[in-house]
């Protein structure tokens, strides 16, 4: 057997603690995307509907009883998106360089957008969007019940910028639908399509004041600033 040099040994040490070094500096790196201290659910599959497409099913709701069962008495009354296919989390996934339709089931009464930037869809396919499937591209600043918004952290090597408002269902709907014993109205859907590319990391959130507080601090606090309510990630990556 051939005898290595010290030096040899010592270069082989030293790249495995380097190698251990950069995957733990690249798990926080990822952690500080989600949040401080958060430790991402379930992530929740586009279904792939053929090569390069695949499908993601959500939905949005006045309060956390279908989404958070666990949730305590206050969170259980805070608005909430998930995946509207396992009915958990808002940590998304979908094929890369395909094309992705999203169908969102809004379930929520609307709230009147800070921004009117939002009420029109941007970065879709066409940028338009199917609600309760006619072709539109916006819709005014009162009546968006959430919006999907999905963005790219600083120096995203392949950006996305998808924005889209969901057509907020009226005051006074009945209950029409139940769902694991909670009665919601007739939900609106919305849905529309884009372009993945490369793997990569984004995160996406809803721009409409719908949190807690819609008064003051402007409807931006409790689930519109936690996680996993009101904004999640969205992962591109082969799978
Ligand atoms: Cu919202």
């Known amino acids: ?29 990822l952690r500080s995307i989600w949040g401080i201290g958060y430790e991402p659910p379930n992530v929740t599959y586009a279904t792939k509907t053929g090569p390069n497409s ?7 709701f006045p309060d956390s009883l279908v989404c958070h069962p666990n949730a305590d008495a206050q969170q259980s009354q805070w608005v909430t998106y998930c995946s509207s296919t396992n009915l ?21 009464t609307a709230t009147t957008l800070i921004n009117d930037y939002f009420r029109q869809a941007r970065g879709t396919i066409g940028g338009t969007m199917l609600v309760n499937g006619k072709s539109m591209s916006q ?9 999907f918004t999905l963005q790219s952290p600083p120096d995203s090597s392949y950006p996305l910028f998808v924005s889209v408002p969901l057509l907020g269902v009226p005051d006074n709907s009945p209950s ?50 936690t996680t996993g309510y009101m904004a999640g990630t969205l992962t591109v990556a082969g799978y």
Not at 88 to 108: C, E, F, H, M, R
Not at 139 to 147: E, K, V, W
């Open 1 to 29: 057997m051939k005898r290595h040099s010290s030096g040899f040994i010592i270069g082989i040490v030293v790249s495995i603690v380097l190698g251990f070094g950069i995957v733990a500096g690249v798990a926080l790196s």
């Open 54 to 60: 695949a499908t993601l099913e959500l939905a949005t």
């Open 88 to 108: 958990q989390g808002t940590n998304l996934a979908v094929p890369p360089n395909s094309v992705i339709t999203v169908v969102i089931k809004q379930y929520d």
């Open 139 to 147: 819709i005014s600043a009162d009546a968006p019940g959430h919006t």
């Open 176 to 225: 029409a639908v139940t769902i694991n014993g909670n009665q919601y109205p007739k939900p609106n859907v919305i849905s529309f399509q884009f372009r993945t590319g490369p793997p990569g990391t984004y995160i996406w959130h809803c721009y409409v004041p719908c949190g807690s507080n819609r008064g003051v601090p402007y409807g931006f606090s409790g689930p519109m600033s």
